[in-house]
């Protein structure tokens, strides 16, 4: 990941309920969620998400899909895995007692229902 597109993740999760919709998303896994339900999970109005959705898809955290009516929501779970593992990059000059559990979720190793 380049660091323009890593200022764009990070600055787009800056953001209390831009990141409380991504965690949800996230949660949610591959099928996504209708823009409705992310809003009454969040307690968002429809504009603020459309805004938070859209800033979300801009830095590439997030993509939609048409389902007959609805529109669902996905994380990008490539992006997710590329902002960690661009931070945790150059970790602590490789020390595996400090970096090793972050590269491991990073890389996906570590991914479990309770941690992807």
Do not use: W
């Amino acid at each position: 990941m380049e660091q323009t597109d890593a200022v764009a993740a990070l600055s787009a999760l800056a953001h209390p309920g831009r990141l409380a919709v991504f965690r949800l998303l996230v949660k949610a896994g591959a099928p996504g969620l209708p823009a409705g339900q992310i809003a009454e999970a969040v307690g968002s109005l429809s504009n603020t998400l459309s805004a938070n959705l859209n800033i979300l898809s801009q830095a590439g955290l997030v993509h939609s899909r048409r389902d007959g009516r609805q529109i669902i929501y996905t994380a990008d779970y490539d992006a997710m895995r590329g902002l960690l593992t661009f931070l945790v990059e150059d970790c602590c000059q490789g020390e595996p007692a400090i970096c090793g559990p972050l590269t491991a979720i990073a890389s996906g190793d570590a991914c479990g229902p309770r941690t992807c």
